[in-house]
């Protein structure tokens, strides 16, 4: 087994043209994280999070600077060598959720494990765990335009993790979510995360960030602290106290 880190950038840079001005959105981040760790992005809107977490699932294209994941330099593959890293070892789960709607939920949830080499078996058995823990079970059949907006977000979490990623990259994935759906979200993740499942999540919240394992905060894209969370911060989730917590 590797022991190179999951994801490593070097001096990693974007600049977008705003009318032939130069806007800088990220400025240098040096970033390495390692295997199995849970990692929490946070900082004020602008300072760059979700440019750096799109550039990580070569979404967005850097300026400069280097992207390695597991000892292989990323940023320069072709956008279809992107696609193929995508379905094979990175799962993404934003707040839009780009569901497909003439597909039921359980389709939804098969395909990328079936894309990524999985059998049809296999997916189902994955989709059948991943649902049943986000308390979708019975939803399986419906199509994503019949479910409310905390029900698609959760249908997207299932669909990131069906192909079990070497990395899952969480953009805001609790943003429009109320108390309870955040609950099953941050439950599954927490239980993904104890199973070896390397997380990369941007947050506002800093209630969920907590249960990471890491902080990272940017500002005017660039990284201004950087430290691990103390475990006792970190509570099992699924009582009721833990929902006042989180959104309290």
Do not use: C
Not at 93 to 99: A, E, G, P, T
Not at 132 to 158: F, I
Request: no cysteine; charged share 25%; aromatic share 4%.
């Amino acid at each position: 087994m590797s022991n190179d880190p999951v994801v490593r950038t070097v001096n990693l840079v974007k600049i977008y043209q705003n009318g032939g001005v130069p806007v800088p959105a990220v400025r240098g981040i040096d970033l390495s994280v390692e295997p199995g760790s849970f990692t929490a992005i946070t900082g004020p809107s602008g300072s760059g999070k979700s440019t750096l977490v799109h550039m990580l699932g070569g979404l967005d294209p850097r300026t400069s600077g280097e992207i390695w994941m597991s000892g292989k330099r990323v940023d320069t593959l072709s956008e279809s060598a992107w696609a193929l890293l995508r379905r094979e070892r990175i799962g993404l789960v934003f707040q839009f959720f780009n569901l497909i709607g003439n597909m039921t939920v359980a389709d939804n949830v098969e395909l990328p494990a079936l894309l990524a080499g999985a059998t049809p078996r296999e997916a189902r058995e994955r989709r059948e765990y991943l649902l049943g823990e986000l308390g979708l079970a019975d939803r399986a059949d419906d199509s994503p335009t019949r479910l409310a907006g905390g029900e698609q977000q959760r249908v997207a979490l299932a669909r990131a993790l069906a192909n079990r990623p070497s990395l899952l990259l969480a953009d805001e994935p609790t943003g429009n979510l109320d108390s309870r759906n955040t609950r099953d979200v941050l439950r599954l993740l927490s239980q993904v995360h104890k199973d070896g499942q390397t997380i990369i999540m941007v947050t506002h919240d800093a209630r969920v960030a907590s249960l990471a394992d890491r902080l990272v905060t940017l500002l005017d894209g660039q990284i201004v602290d950087d430290g691990s969370i103390p475990a006792p911060r970190r509570r099992p989730l699924g009582r009721a106290g833990d929902v006042i917590e989180l959104h309290g």
